[in-house]
């Protein structure tokens, strides 16, 4: 990452100190940042006018203090203007893949595939490779005989053709692809990681985002509001991802059209299933085709593309949404069969 080391005099003090001096400036004269505050500070990072030792500063400074709804509208809009792509109708739903996952395999991809192949355009996107202990989606995609897209032109061609892609942060936003890698450095995860699952690149009319402390549930529902994002739910997904996790309730909360809604997705089975001693990727294909059968994951696919078709406003309420994804899975088993047959 290269950022500009503009030679500063005793008396000449640089701009981005200003911020870090609002953040910093102890228990009493410290205070988060404002919208507008926000998005000059993240418009000056992603122009490379800051020094390392201020983004250091800047990044663990908000990492102590977490982030508001109104310093994460700040920087969402500030990245939004580095890539300023065009929807173009190309895309229904966007989905953020960020967490990656560590004691189940990521299911909610065959929830995303299930709701393109029923007509629904999927935007997917994430990182890779800032926990090694995790399996990220880009990681897995090969299993299902899927790419993921190297460049936007590459998306919008694929999302034209099967109704679904994924593409990594590096490709759309390098820079804040590049402060994700310093986890390892920093030790701490940083405001990008809860930032970039608001980014929504193609400006989609709908949105849908996992967590995995519940106290970002609602900063994330408010500043999707603060950004005039039509329709967004966020619930805290089985590792962080966008997932439901059919062993417990689900509390989505979300926006339509500015106004806030949370409710309740109760769980799906009576206890909890042992997660299993190894992730076999092989067994996302195998569950996909039919091949491998796992209640767990068939309950974790239905029940995720369930709340994504109750926030589609494919159905009006929980059971519709049920029984609208549950038919989705079932015809394509009995697809299968027939083409098995």
């Not at 009493?28 to 390392?52: C, F």
């Not at 590459?154 to 402060?179: G, V």
């Not at 949370?262 to 299993?276: G, I």
């Amino acid at each position: 990452m290269t950022y500009s080391h503009h030679e500063q005099t005793t008396q000449t003090e640089h701009p981005f100190a200003d911020i870090v001096r609002i953040l910093g400036k102890g228990k009493k004269g410290s205070r988060p940042l404002t919208q507008d505050e926000a998005y000059r500070a993240m418009s000056m990072i992603l122009n490379h006018q800051v020094l390392p030792v201020q983004l250091g500063a800047f990044l663990m400074l908000m990492r102590v203090k977490e982030e508001t709804p109104e310093e994460l509208a700040g920087f969402v809009s500030a990245a939004r203007t580095t890539f300023k792509l065009s929807n173009d109708g190309l895309v229904d739903l966007d989905w953020s893949s960020y967490a990656g996952k560590r004691r189940h395999l990521p299911w909610f991809l065959l929830s995303a595939l299930l709701l393109a192949e029923n007509g629904i355009r999927v935007f997917m996107h994430g990182a890779s490779g800032h926990s090694p202990d995790r399996l990220y989606t880009e990681n897995v995609l090969a299993y299902l005989g899927l790419k993921a897209a190297d460049s936007i032109a590459e998306a919008k061609q694929q999302l034209q053709q099967s109704q679904f892609s994924y593409l990594s942060l590096e490709h759309f936003c390098p820079t804040l692809h590049d402060i994700i890698e310093l986890r390892p450095i920093l030790g701490l995860r940083s405001p990008v990681h809860t930032l970039v699952r608001l980014l929504n690149p193609f400006n989609a009319p709908y949105s849908i985002q996992g967590i995995f402390h519940p106290s970002y549930r609602p900063v994330h529902q408010l500043a999707a509001a603060l950004l005039h994002q039509p329709h967004m739910a966020v619930l805290k997904g089985e590792g962080g991802e966008t997932e439901r996790n059919p062993d417990m309730e689900c509390l989505v909360q979300s926006v339509h059209h500015g106004e806030l809604i949370d409710e309740n997705w109760p769980a799906l089975f009576p206890r909890r299933h042992v997660k299993e001693e190894q992730l076999e990727p092989s067994l996302l294909a195998d569950v996909w085709q039919g091949q491998w059968q796992d209640e767990f994951a068939e309950a974790s696919i239905i029940g995720t593309a369930a709340i994504a078709l109750k926030l589609l406003g494919k159905a009006d309420n929980q059971q519709q949404a049920h029984e609208m994804a549950q038919t989705y899975w079932t015809h394509r088993n009995k697809q299968r069969y027939a083409k098995c047959h």
